[in-house]
């Protein structure tokens, strides 16, 4: 028959097993804390206002766009910029393309939110 003994030592002392257990964790607890660094917790972020897609009127004193970029119909639209891009490739939204910048009126976004999305054309 085998016979095993083991004892555990925290610095160069004998302890019982529980003792050793307690000295191990808090070393370990120890060693973390050391090498952690404080983790940021990211204030709320606030998003800039969703521009309308309707035009102002006559008694406005500033202006708002009368195009919009396909991410920014996206946003106005609560879709995925892919969402808009396939329906632009569906011919289902009209664009107007300015050099190499692919461009949503307002009129269409005014379109689609008050008569929803058009069918292919």
Avoid: C, W
């Avoid at 090498?35 to 708002?64: D, G, K, N, W």
């Avoid at 639209?77 to 569906?90: A, C, G, M, W």
């Amino acid at each position: 028959m085998f016979s095993i003994e083991v004892t555990f030592k925290v610095k160069n002392r004998q302890v019982s097993g529980e003792q050793f257990t307690d000295a191990l964790v808090n070393e370990l607890a120890q060693t973390l804390k050391s090498h952690l660094q404080p983790i940021s917790i990211p204030r709320a972020q606030t998003f800039e206002p969703v521009p309308t897609a309707t035009p102002p009127s006559m008694h406005e004193s500033h202006h708002q766009p009368r195009l919009f970029s396909v991410h920014d119909a996206a946003r106005i639209l609560s879709l995925k910029v892919l969402t808009i891009r396939k329906y632009i490739h569906l011919r289902r939204i009209t664009v107007v393309r300015l050099g190499g910048r692919v461009m949503i009126s307002a009129a269409v976004i005014d379109q689609i939110v008050n008569e929803g999305m058009p069918s292919a054309r």
